[in-house]
């Protein structure tokens, strides 16, 4: 039996909250939407200004945003509130962010050339805080040369672009140009506040399952969804870190900043964790390999008739305790997901693969699922986290990677 010393390690609260946020509305029919970000905002405890430009105030009504904030509605450069009479310097002094939602392709055009010719775009021209745009706009201007070079110089620019999605639009067209739902652009709008713990460092994670092939059609493979390594590379991302993520057979999205290598069976994802681990700080692997791969794949699919079928297996290379056991190793974090004795197996994992931390869970709280409950392992002892979401559970293991990095330094 194993002792550890316990403690429930707390889960970040809400990262809007208190956060002074501008949001800049621009004249789009996607503008009906911006008053459920700003009522989603004002739920999560952030301070909204709103900001509109003379064409949004055609869609929805300044009293609207007036409303849901509780707070005056910026529409003109020249009628402020503010004693001053410098709403554009004011209001971006005591931003912590500035989102323009719904952001038109000639708004998205002035701010690629620097104009200031309202009060919207004279503060993101003299704003001293991040800027992100969710655009919305006909998919045919979406997809002009123009608007095109416009979101390269933008991201260039450093300016964070939210979407935009496809799907049906206004006007009767399909295809991208649809703003992001509001709950989406919240979402993001967290991952930017994030600490960035892992700046300057570079993360190499294995998700998902892996296929073994047996014949050209048939395997062995796993139920693991790959949703905690894809949250985990999302995490370490958000945390600044440049993440490679190397992903057996799913179709999860690649989240933002990622560099995703998709491979199938345990033998090719060995053979991309080993070409992308040079120079690499923290090594995760969160994949569920398969502990066993047939030893002879057919080369043509097997045919049914006989009565039993017997299958010669191979085992899998450990591709975790082969990278922990470089004399080079980077800093290496293993998953241990059992059906029982978790602290005894996980421990004993962590140990036998000399791993400096073990990220344990019962199969039953998290296979599949969105949420999780986990417990890490490291040589201080056991520290379960409160239970929640995979990506709150994500950043809270990369919080523990960043601190346990500390102090080795
Ligand atoms: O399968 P096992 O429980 O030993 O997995 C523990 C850890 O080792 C996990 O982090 C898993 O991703 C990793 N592993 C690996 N290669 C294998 C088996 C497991 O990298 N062949």
Redesign the pocket.
């Known amino acids: 039996m194993i002792f550890f010393e316990t403690s429930i390690l707390s889960v970040m609260s809400d990262e809007l909250a208190g956060k002074h946020i501008v949001l800049g509305i621009t004249g789009g029919v996607a503008g009906y939407k911006a008053a459920e970000l700003a009522r989603l905002l004002g739920k999560a405890g952030a301070q909204v200004d709103v900001v509109m430009t003379a064409a949004a105030i055609h869609f929805v009504a300044p009293l609207t945003f007036q409303a849901l904030t509780g707070r005056p509605v910026f529409t003109s450069l020249w009628d402020v509130p503010q004693e001053n009479g410098m709403a554009h310097i004011d209001l971006t002094r005591r931003a912590d962010a500035v989102i323009v939602a719904p952001a038109t392709a000639d708004f998205i055009a002035k701010l690629v050339h620097g104009l200031a010719d309202d009060l919207l775009a004279s503060l993101c021209l003299a704003r001293d805080c991040p800027l992100l745009v969710a655009p919305a706009m006909n998919r045919q201007m979406w997809e002009h040369p123009a608007t095109v070079r416009n979101m390269a110089q933008l991201r260039a620019d450093g300016v964070g672009v939210l979407g935009p999605a496809s799907g049906a639009q206004a006007c009767g067209e399909v295809g991208a140009g649809r703003m992001l739902e509001p709950a989406e652009i919240i979402d993001a709008l967290r991952a930017s506040f994030q600490p960035k713990m892992l700046a300057g460092k570079r993360v190499l994670l294995?998700a998902g399952p892996?296929f073994e092939a047996l014949d050209p059609v048939r395997g062995l493979t796993n139920s693991s969804s790959g949703k905690m390594g894809f949250a985990l590379a999302q995490a370490s991302a958000e945390a600044g870190a440049e993440v490679t993520l190397v992903a057996g057979p799913v179709s999860l999205p690649t989240p933002a900043g990622v560099t995703r290598i998709d491979v199938t069976g345990?033998l090719e994802?060995?053979d991309a964790?080993k070409s992308a681990l040079a120079g690499r700080h923290i090594f995760?692997?969160?994949?569920?390999?398969?502990?066993y791969r047939p030893a002879v794949p057919v080369a043509h699919k097997i045919k049914k008739g006989a009565q039993t079928l017997t299958l010669e297996l191979v085992?899998?290379?450990?591709?975790?305790?082969?990278?922990a056991a470089r004399p080079d190793a980077p800093f290496c974090?293993?998953?241990?997901?059992?059906s029982q004795n978790l602290a005894e197996?996980a421990e004993g994992?962590r140990r036998a693969?000399q791993?400096p931390l073990?990220?344990g869970n019962l199969v039953q709280d998290g296979l599949g699922g969105n949420a999780n409950v986990v417990t890490l392992f490291d040589a201080a002892g056991a520290h379960p986290l409160a239970p929640g979401d995979k990506l709150t559970i994500a950043r809270a293991i990369v919080r523990h990677i960043a601190e346990m990095l500390d102090a080795q330094n």
């Open positions: 294995t892996t345990a994802m060995r964790v995760i692997a969160v994949a569920a390999v398969a502990d085992a899998n290379p450990d591709i975790l305790a082969e990278v974090v293993g998953f241990a997901a059992e197996y994992k693969k791993l073990v990220v």
